[in-house]
């Protein structure tokens, strides 16, 4: 909250007047189809994963630019650059926390500020393994014309491909964000992004620089499920 922020900030000013690093690493996700996602939910994901880093980098900035080569890091994600079903708000926040991360960069130039990025694929973090959870939560809310539309058997092909998604099921350790993030507050030369672990740097990069139509084939062959969605075989047998 805003009220947190002033805390930190007050707390920070009391001890110094400079601040040498400032990381963003806050970040929560709801997992499922944009129909089954409310604008409520839409909008939490936004206000944390973006506006609260926004809203902590306005808050540090007089401290940060008080001295040269001072640092913000912005723990990201791949699904900043690279959209992934069944996450549009999650995606959406990391896309615009990417674009506001490129403009901070060089709007800072002049104050010898360093913005860096760390774009983790999947890692073995709470938000991941909540993953199968919140899918089911937002499930159970849905409005009865919701569920209908797409099946309890669509739901249920949904958490098999989950469970069996390579990605997912091949998280890596989190202490590779770590190490990065050693590297871009303490290192003379950060790097303006990072891609920890091999998801990241040999999966998602490379794939994101493929024409779209090849980049949609990718994920539906990863996202494919053995049943429709109930509507959709309804019209099939209509």
């Known amino acids: 909250t805003i009220e947190d922020i002033d805390a930190a900030f007050k707390l920070v000013n009391e001890k110094t007047k400079v601040l040498h690093a400032l990381v963003n690493n ?9 129909d089954w996602t409310s604008m409520e939910d839409m ?12 809203a902590m980098t306005k808050k540090f900035l007089p401290l940060l630019i008080a001295k040269l080569d001072s640092r913000i890091v912005n723990i990201c994600s791949v699904a900043g650059y ?11 926040s990391k896309y615009a926390l990417e674009s506001f ?12 500020l360093r913005v860096s990025i760390i774009e983790p694929g999947f890692m073995r973090t709470p938000i991941l393994e909540s993953g199968p ?11 009865s014309d919701v569920k209908e539309r797409w099946g309890e058997d669509f739901l249920k092909a949904g958490f098999d491909t989950i469970k069996h998604n390579p990605l997912y099921k091949y998280a890596e350790n989190p202490m590779k964000v770590v190490r990065n993030l050693q590297h871009a507050v ?9 891609r920890p672990g091999w998801q990241s740097s040999l999966v998602f990069f490379p794939i994101s620089h493929l024409p779209t139509w090849i980049v ?4 539906s062959k990863l996202d494919k499920s ?6 959709v075989s309804q019209q099939l047998k209509d």
């Open 186 to 194: 303490m290192n003379t030369v950060p790097c303006i992004r990072y």
């Open 43 to 54: 909008r939490k994901v936004m206000d944390v994963n973006y506006f609260g880093h926004v």
């Open 26 to 34: 806050a970040g929560i996700a709801v997992a499922g189809h944009i």
């Open 226 to 231: 053995p049943h429709a969605p109930a509507g």
């Open 101 to 112: 991360s490129d403009c901070l960069r060089r709007e800072m130039v002049p104050w010898g």
């Open 216 to 219: 949609d084939w990718i994920f």
């Open 82 to 92: 690279l959209t992934l079903s069944s996450g549009s708000a999650y995606c959406a």
């Open 133 to 143: 959870k919140t899918f089911e939560d937002l499930w159970s809310q849905l409005s």
